[in-house]
């Protein structure tokens, strides 16, 4: 046993001082004599690559890969390699040439990455960014903060490290470190540091500082540079002399921007509009020789936020496409559109003011649609490439219009179609580890009489659930879902509702607080009780013209249903003068806009639609017709109803958690319920209603993958 210990023990030392020398302080490397290695660079306004046989210009081709998946938040990174190497292929399929990673991913993804492309002649590339997290942010003021910057410059050379299959960390609480032992650097081709960058935290940096000496560094120097635009450069200096000295070889690198920080200038009354206060010129940010793949620009741009362009005197249709041109004038390297995209949700958040494209209720088909005329008008603006966002819907994910609806703990665990920034995807999970519950489709074949609640006068209804829909089946004989009228009530909270729909004409024989009216394909639409109306509780100063001190609060039986909307765009409030002055309100009036009545000279406005109305289609995939947006469906005798669980109040049904009382308790808190109530009748006769249980649907969701509609679309134009 002694000479066992004595062999064991100076062997095992002997292994934790190898691996702390390789993957702690990363010593045990030969370095690189002579010129650093590149096969990727930004020469003039384009980009261009060396796959083996010389440099070729490079037309980017990319899909964002995010680290989320149904039951798991991004910081879990539980993508397994057997799913990327999966989805690897299918964005190979769609004609795509780079992925661009945000962050630090788990090690199956380069371990995945490194086994799809060793032996592939046409592999994809990568661009991988560095993060900066929202708490580092939002906790410190200025870029210039050793708080910050250093962080951020160990972030950089830790994604140097991983990329040549040198780096560990430990995760979360586990006991044992994560390898990254996978080398991929043959297949990285640049680097896009930072995020879109908070103009607060931009202009604090800038203005409340002296102004810092211009750098001049072994890689990267700057000209006119502004305090942030150093801090910038200083990044790149800082990656790039790593990479080279480490490793021997350098890669392109970008700075993330946006157009909150867009370098160009508008009319004074327009950035006082928007708020619009920083701006980040990497034309200010110069690369030495020494730095021979040299840098490109990246920008996330989508054609409806910030949607400067719309409001200017003299503007075409196509703003987007105005505005892609004006950024690739601007700039004299070449223009990388690191993020463009629309969701196929239910919800929308903004609208595009010309064509359409808008952040959110868009059926796939519109999806695809929009993601093809985008790509066209990035190319058309003189682009080096465009990369989509994004390849997999994020559950996970929140929206500044519906967060307050939501339990933001939860998120992972359902799908939620009222919130757009879930759909972004070209691969949906779909609830349902095969299919989903039901089809709102003229096809009732999935229905048994176990999904039976009530019948009254010959009308049946059935109902079941999944992670995204409550479903409703009526069925009554001769019933036609085009031309008949029929209602459906429902009853989630015991704190309020009435027996009585006043401007419907319609009595149940329980208080109800929803009413499902079907009226044909153009006058459907879910009404809730006044007094459960969120956007009423929460935002009545900002959605109506009148002083907020003349609002009467409803009573919690009132009879009065009102439509269910969801607010759109953003509150913005300016002087009414100014903006006139400027010729913008003569141009384009403000849809929407209402005065404030305590103050005349000034707008408020935020704008809102009706989310409550429902749409007739085939919501069935696999059907020729498919419209993903299908909330109802009719057939011989019944029609087909789905409704998103957020529409009926509910802030998370893993725990079947709705919305209590919004006058009781100052705003939402949450309510558990093991069951609604719900019946159904053409209104002629009181409705009886029936209950329907609801066991929470729990913390591991099933799924199943399915590409969408606007992934064959994007393909035809790329493959």
Known sequence: MKKFLMIAVPGVLLLFLLDWLYFGLGVLYLPHYGEPEYFAKAEGESLYLDSGSGYAEFELKGVNLGLGKPGCYATERAITKEEYLRWF??????????IRTYTLAGPDFYEAFYEFNRDNLEPLYLLHGVWVD??????????????????????????????????????????????????????????????????????????????????????????????????????????????TRKYGSQRMIAFSNWPTTDPLDYPQSLTEYFLKSAQIDVEHIRCKETFGPGQFA???????????????????????????????????????????????????????????????????TQQGEALVSMYQDIKAAGSAGGIVFTWQDEWFKRTWNTMTSVDLTATPYWSDYQTNEQYFGLLSFDP???????????????????????????????????????????????????????????DTTPKSGSVRAGNLGVEMDRAADFVVE??????????????????????????????????????PDTDAFVKIRLLVQKDLYFERDSLEDANILDDRPLPYAAYNQRDPMHYSRMENYETGKLTYGNGNPSAPDFNS???????DGFVELRLPWQLLNFADPSRMNIHDDYYEHYGVEYLHIGELWAGAGDGSRRIEMKPFALEPLGRRPAYHERLKKSYYMLQSLWA
């Not at 810092?212 to 990267?220: A, I, M, S, T, V």
């Not at 947006?629 to 057939?635: A, I, N, V, Y």
């Open 629 to 635: 947006l299908t909330d109802f469906c009719g057939g």
């Open 518 to 555: 079907l009226n044909g394909p153009d006058n459907s639409r879910l009404w809730v009780q006044e007094y459960y109306d969120c956007i009423e509780a929460l935002f009545y100063d900002k959605i109506t013209p009148w002083d907020l001190f003349s609002q009467v609060f409803p009573e």
């Open 432 to 490: 349902g580890e095969e299919e989903s519950a039901c089809y709102p489709d003229g096809d009732k074949s999935e229905w048994t009489e176990e999904d039976l609640v009530c019948e009254q006068d010959g009308a049946r209804l059935s109902m079941k659930r999944d992670e995204r829909y409550i479903y409703l089946l009526v069925e009554q004989e001769g019933f036609n879902a085009l031309t008949d009228r029929l209602y459906i009530p429902i």
């Open 89 to 98: 292929e299918q964005i190979k399929g769609l004609g795509a040439n780079v």
């Open 134 to 243: 929202d708490y580092l942010i939002n906790s410190v003021y200025s870029a210039l903060d050793e708080e910050f910057y250093e962080p951020f410059f160990r972030s950089c050379k830790k994604t140097v490290d991983a990329v040549h299959g040198r780096f560990k960390e430990w995760a979360g609480d586990s006991a044992f470190p994560q390898y990254y032992r996978w080398d991929i650097s043959p297949w990285v081709c640049g680097y896009i540091l930072g995020v879109e960058w908070e103009g607060a935290l931009v202009t604090y940096t800038d203005k409340s500082f002296p102004q810092r000496e211009q750098l001049d560094g072994g890689y990267f120097y700057t000209e006119n540079a502004s305090n942030f635009e150093i801090f910038l450069a200083s990044a790149g200096e800082e990656t790039a002399g790593y990479e």
């Open 298 to 364: 990246s920008y996330h741009i989508y054609p409806y936020y910030p949607d400067y362009y719309s409001f200017l005197p003299a503007h075409e249709e196509n703003t987007y496409l105005q505005y892609l041109r004006d950024i690739n004038a601007h700039h004299s390297m070449p223009v990388v559109i690191s993020e463009f995209g629309v969701p196929s949700s239910r919800g929308m958040a903004a609208y595009e003011a010309g064509l359409g494209r808008n952040q959110g209720n868009l059926s796939e």
